[in-house]
């Protein structure tokens, strides 16, 4: 089974509304971390936002945050008043346990942002 | 250095020959991971080194791929025999904690021809 799905390929929004990008995973860990990056075209991995599996609050960071239901195993970005600018690809990613190790990432979605 | 450097950016090489790929993580960083993204792909995660630990080898799709770190900072990814479906961009990061985000470089793109 896959640790991270995204079953969005693609998502349209209009600039300055909202969007969410779906996000589930799979861990029997009960530590873990989930992390979403940002692509553009230009190919550098932006991170945006981490989400701890013990953190009681929904993690924010200016116009992401991210809406984590633990029982649901979910973890959908929210984008709030998207731009131009926004138009990417947009990975979710996993680390499991509490000790070193890698990011498992899901396959993502394009985002594109029209005026 | 500022952030994570990777070179050459661009690297063509005909079928059947060998390419290392350099990746010079974040000073201080003691996590270094390769990844591989193949066109319109996720990430695929290749190795993970940290610290003085054994490297988690085990995402490497075959033993033409082997990669070293030398003195727990740059690390160099070896491609012996390329073939064409080893094309890809190559991506290296590096963290400073097991829960610290991943700092990216900015990738080798492989095009073996």
């Known amino acids: 089974a896959q640790k991270i799905t995204q079953t969005q390929p693609g998502m349209f929004v209009q600039e300055k509304e909202a969007v969410t990008l779906d996000c589930t995973y799979d861990?029997?860990?009960?530590?873990?971390?989930l992390f979403w990056y940002k692509q553009p075209s230009s190919g550098e991995m932006i991170f945006l936002i981490y989400?701890?599996?013990?953190?009681?609050q929904n993690a924010t960071e200016g116009r992401y945050s991210l809406n984590f239901q633990k029982a649901r195993k979910s973890a959908n970005l929210v984008i709030s008043a998207s731009q131009l600018g926004d138009s990417a690809m947009y990975f979710c990613?996993?680390?499991?346990?509490?000790?070193?190790?890698?990011?498992?990432f899901g396959k993502g979605t394009m985002l594109l942002v029209s005026p | 250095g500022a952030g994570v450097s990777q070179s050459p950016s661009n690297k063509v090489t005909e079928k059947g020959k060998d390419v290392e790929l350099r990746c010079d993580p974040i000073s201080g960083h003691t996590a270094l991971y390769w990844y591989r993204q193949s066109l319109g792909q996720g990430l695929e995660f290749l190795i993970y080194f940290q610290g003085n630990s054994a490297p988690d080898k085990s995402g490497l799709p075959s033993d033409r791929f082997s990669a070293e770190r030398t003195g727990g900072s740059v690390s160099t990814l070896t491609i012996q025999r390329t073939q064409q479906e080893d094309s890809a961009v190559y991506l290296c990061?590096?963290?400073?904690?097991?829960?610290?985000?991943?700092?990216f470089g900015s990738g080798t793109q492989l095009s073996v021809l």
């Open positions: 861990t029997s860990d009960p530590s873990y971390g």
């Open positions: 989400q701890g599996s013990y953190d009681q």
């Open positions: 990061a590096s963290s400073s904690d097991s829960y610290e985000k991943l700092f």
């Open positions: 990613a996993m680390r499991e346990g509490a000790g070193y190790s890698t990011l498992t």
